[in-house]
């Protein structure tokens, strides 16, 4: 609140300083003369700005005084800073614009002036040299490099330069020595030593990881298991999920309920489960075998080449997605064996007249199926 007041005596001090300058520059009365285009009276500029001052600042501050507290303080603030501008506008329109400076002499004239009466102007400066001659650049060039002369030299020869060719037998003849045609027709010199190029680099074998079977968490790994047919996971859980990851021609058996199975990178791999309560995937995976020994809701195959699924009675009501995958197989159980289905790859799209109809083509049902896993 102190500062608030202090700056209400600064503005108040303002005002009143910028009054006593417009009251000491005004001209006696009756005498006001024309100053910027204006004949006497006030200026149109002040005219406007005392227009805004009863109209909105007027209501302004009206209503900031019947709020009193710092309203009212706010309001006495920005009335003395209008105050304080109609002030500076008032003496800004009672002074002249002041007229134009002299335009300063250029260089040139300058550099006359300062060299007295009747003296010429100094010189313009010389151009800067220019790029050098094409020819004489060549010139110092053949002068400097005695490669070049030497060649010239032995172009100047005519029909002496062949007097220095070495003679080619008749076994370093190309047509003459079927050896040379299937070595690319180069035969070794006795002059020249030939150097062993650059060896190609080495093809590095694949890095083997240790194989994985162990419980972490909630999640089973099953990794890098190969050639395994006995993997067996007997101790589970509802919450547990399996993760089995870059396994090839191994077979694992999960017994139980199991919250979920994901399937990555395998090849020729095959599973076994008893009851899975979430989803089946298989993700980037060739030449999979999967039995359903309980239930199972959904089976999703992404991205996978040749999947066989074995139903059991009580998983027939299970959902199989898939996208982007090619020879899948669901084996449905019939009269104490297994029937093959196979799931489409191909579909065929047709325009209706309002609407676009795709259907499964048509694919032949094989009539021996692969057996089971168990």
Not at 9 to 22: I, K, P, T
Not at 121 to 136: A, H, K, N, S
Not at 246 to 254: A, D, E, M, N, R
Request: net charge negative; charged share 25%.
């Amino acid at each position: 609140m102190a500062e608030m007041q202090e700056l209400m005596e600064r503005l108040e001090r303002a005002v009143d300083r910028l009054e006593l300058l417009s009251t000491g520059s005004r001209r006696p009365p009756g005498d006001c003369g024309e100053i910027n285009g204006v004949n006497g009276g006030v200026a149109p500029s002040v005219e406007a700005f005392d227009k805004l001052m009863n109209s909105m600042v007027a209501e302004f501050l009206k209503k900031s005084r019947i709020l009193a507290g710092d309203v009212e303080t706010h309001a006495e603030m920005v009335h003395s800073a209008f105050q304080a501008q109609r002030a500076f506008l008032l003496m800004a329109s009672q002074y002249q614009q002041p007229q134009e400076g002299p335009v300063a002499p250029t260089a040139s004239a300058l550099s006359v002036l300062s060299l007295g009466p009747g003296l010429p102007p100094p010189p313009p400066p010389p151009p800067p040299p220019g790029p050098p001659l094409l020819f004489e650049s060549e010139g110092i060039k053949e002068v400097s490099s005695p490669s070049r002369s030497a060649l010239f030299a032995q172009l100047n020869q005519g029909e002496a330069i062949t007097k220095g060719l070495r003679h080619v037998t008749d076994d370093q003849k190309t047509y003459k020595n079927p050896n040379l045609r299937a070595h690319g027709g180069q035969s070794p010199s006795p002059t020249k030593s030939h150097t062993p190029g650059p060896k190609s680099p080495q093809s590095h074998p694949p890095k083997k990881h240790a194989p994985v079977l162990e419980l972490e968490g909630k999640k089973w790994r099953v990794e890098y298991q190969e050639d395994k047919n006995d993997l067996v996971i007997s101790e589970t859980e509802l919450r547990q999920v399996a993760y089995i990851f870059k396994c090839g021609k191994s077979t694992l058996q999960i017994k139980g309920k199991i919250n979920s199975i994901i399937i990555d990178n395998c090849k020729k791999f095959g599973l076994v489960f008893d009851n899975v309560v979430g989803i089946v995937e298989v993700i980037n995976s060739k030449d999979i075998q999967m039995q359903v020994m309980g239930k199972v809701p959904t089976i999703s195959i992404n991205k996978t080449e040749g999947c066989h699924i074995y139903l059991s009675e009580d998983a027939l009501d299970c959902e199989i997605v898939s996208a982007k995958s090619s020879e899948m197989n669901i084996l449905i159980p019939q009269d104490g064996d297994y029937r093959e289905f196979p799931v489409p790859e191909q579909f065929k799209t047709a325009w209706d007249g309002a609407k676009l109809i795709t259907e499964p083509t048509e694919i032949m049902v094989s009539e021996r199926p692969p057996k089971p896993l168990t």
